[in-house]
């Protein structure tokens, strides 16, 4: 994949947030690129020194906005950071003039800028510019955010997001969550509770408590809600939580069926899901609102895993009707189903990215687990990972990241969160505390 971005030259960037502002803080662009083969990536060097503490109240949030900044860029492989020790001129003051030469001398091609200060209200303001060296001048507009106190991790990730974005062209990821199982205990009895914490791993909150299996957390369109499968009656069953009150609901019930492997629409407004009955599991959908149900599909194998792709007019999702696990697509209100998985071994948990131009999924293959990722007709099959147990991928908001989950073998296997790029590169474990399953990414929030 040649994947050649020129960095956007943006006027202005505007930003409505909730409970965080962002408005243009001066400046102009110019060519700073990043080019991204098949074959090795060189990182690109940037500096970030400390942002500026404009008030004495802000020196210790200006120091850990800054680090979260130079994390998210450099986590992603794209990005080298270039060590404090190695600066030849400081930024003591944001409206300073920048030294280029002393910036170029030590092959720096990006310069990150920034300020903070902090109100007696406790309230912070960061302002911030991306400047690329080689060409003297400021690259886009600069920025400024203003939160809460304790908004600074969101508004670090907002800034790197627009950093990321002016330099490689690709959508911003950095300020999203992710919903996933939390695990403990012995691999034979494990206790599970739904959590949710930042794309990096900071802000664990637990949604649930460890009483019942959960399993397939799904979050909604518009990141408020979550979707997932619930053993509390003994049976699987879709339930539906609402994020901000932590307050949770079963579907409507249908007698005599067992409901799991659920996602919304693109719109948020009904969910398709997987319905055992009789022995039979078919696909169904339902509109949120009326508890309506329709059934999408009629056939004697397992089908399951549904996924939407963008534009809500095709559902990819797992069968055995050819004899073992393969994928299919059709149309969303149910029809005849294409097969677009030919490769060997089994395919499973079919995900349509958010860009809709491809599909990843997980193969089991010679006695190993495998994530990929394919175009949405079959074509162009690409194994990113290799292990004992690697399964469930789910998609950075952009497109651009897989996070999936990872079992190491043995009795004392444990279940981790690992995140690649669909090149293949940049396999990294996300760093958290305990075992961890079944994540799901959240749409950019809000």
Same mark, same amino acid.
């Given at each position: 994949m040649h994947l050649i971005?020129?960095?956007? /030259? =943006? @006027?202005?960037? &505007?930003?409505?947030? /909730?409970?965080l502002a962002g408005t243009p803080a001066? &400046?102009?662009?110019?060519? @700073?690129?990043? /080019?991204? +083969?098949d074959g090795v990536i060189e990182p690109l060097p940037f500096a970030a020194p400390t942002f500026v503490a404009e008030t004495a109240a802000a020196a210790e949030i200006a120091q850990r906005i800054t680090e979260v900044v130079a994390a998210d860029l450099t986590g992603t492989g794209l990005f080298r950071e270039i060590p404090a020790s190695a600066y030849i001129s400081p930024v003591t003051s944001f409206d300073a003039p920048v030294a280029?030469? $002393?910036?170029?001398?030590?092959n720096a091609q990006? @310069?990150? /800028?920034?300020?903070?200060s902090q109100g007696s209200d406790g309230r912070i303001n960061v302002k911030f510019r991306l400047h690329d060296v080689f060409s003297g001048a400021p690259l886009g507009d600069g920025l400024q955010f203003g939160g809460g106190q304790g908004d600074w991790r969101r508004i670090a990730h907002k800034v790197a997001d627009q950093v990321y974005s002016r330099i490689t062209g690709e959508g911003p990821y950095f300020d999203s969550r992710i919903v996933y199982v939390s695990e403990s205990g012995p691999k034979d009895q494990r206790l599970k509770r739904l959590a949710i914490m930042d794309y990096d791993g900071a802000n664990v909150q637990y949604l649930t408590d460890s009483s019942t299996i959960v399993l397939a957390p799904r979050f909604s369109p518009s990141g408020d809600r979550i979707l997932y499968t619930s053993f509390e009656s003994g049976f699987p069953r879709i339930k539906l939580m609402d994020i901000a009150t932590v307050s949770a609901r079963a579907l409507a019930e249908l007698k005599g069926t067992m409901t799991f492997a659920p996602?919304?629409?693109? $719109?948020?407004? !009904?969910?398709?899901? !997987?319905?055992?009955? $009789?022995?039979n599991t078919d696909l169904y959908a339902m509109q949120l609102s009326s508890g309506q149900t329709r059934q999408l599909t009629d056939a004697p194998s397992i089908e399951t895993a549904p996924s939407y792709s963008p534009d809500g007019s095709k559902i990819v999702f797992e069968s055995d009707r050819s004899g073992n696990q393969q994928l299919y697509v059709m149309p969303a209100g149910g029809g005849e189903a294409t097969r677009i998985s030919f490769g060997e071994g089994r395919y499973g948990t079919p995900v349509w990215s958010p860009r809709g131009d491809m599909i990843a999924f997980t193969k089991q293959n010679a006695g190993r687990f495998h994530i990929g990722v394919m175009r949405v007709d079959g074509s162009e099959e690409r194994l990113l990972t290799s292990s004992f147990l690697d399964e469930g991928p789910t998609w950075a908001p952009n497109?651009?990241?897989?996070?999936? +989950?990872?079992? !190491? =073998?043995?009795?004392?296997?444990v279940s981790q969160l690992y995140s690649v790029d669909i090149s293949g590169r940049n396999l990294r474990a996300v760093p958290m505390e305990g075992a961890a399953s079944d994540p799901a990414w959240s749409p950019l929030m809000p």
């Open positions: 971005r020129l960095l956007r /030259t =943006a @006027l202005c960037v &505007a930003l409505a947030l /909730t409970g001066g &400046a102009q662009g110019g060519p @700073l690129r990043i /080019t991204i +083969t280029y030469p $002393d910036w170029k001398a030590i990006a @310069l990150i /800028t920034g300020a903070v996602r919304f629409s693109p $719109d948020g407004g !009904s969910v398709v899901f !997987s319905l055992e009955k $009789d022995g497109g651009r990241v897989i996070m999936f +989950t990872r079992e !190491s =073998a043995g009795a004392g296997g």
